[in-house]
């Protein structure tokens, strides 16, 4: 036992005087530019793309939203109009606007039921984009403070050598200490 106590202050000891590669954080990251850049993005979505500085993302996210929005709005009215249809020839009336298109008054529920699936389908996209633009705003500000230097590269090469087995094409890896 008293071995095992002697091994552990030992290890104790020995870890507090013992050094591994320090890391070096620069002053200029700012910690809390993710969380601003999402704060951004989900006030006015895009704005936290041109927070930082990908103006090219802003018509992906207003194009994804404006499909899906349209596409909800579309389908909100199309359901309505086959309600309201339905409706009014149950009540007796004969004045819709299906009335010689659709001689089934079933045809008109399963209209109606169509366009009410794809509306909620529509919301969900609308909200899952506006999400994806919030989480993608996110994410790209904390790459922005991501460190990439030369030390450490992949590159292709090609090398046009004459040998039997024709140009060789490849990965080089380079380290630099």
Known sequence: MARILNIFFLIVLISNYSY???SE???NINILRPSK???YSAVIPGLGQIYNDKLWKVPLVYTALGISGYSYDFN??????YRNAYKRRKAGFSDDEFQGI???DERLLDGQDYHRRYKD???VFLVGF???NILDANIDAHLLDYNVDENLSFKPFFENTDNMFGPSVGMKMKINF
């Open 121 to 123: 389908l529509s919301m």
């Open 20 to 22: 591994s590669q320090e």
């Open 76 to 81: 909100r009215k199309k359901f309505w109009s």
């Open 25 to 27: 954080r620069s002053s």
């Open 130 to 132: 506006y999400f994806l």
């Open 102 to 104: 659709i001689i089934n």
């Open 37 to 39: 850049a999402a704060f």
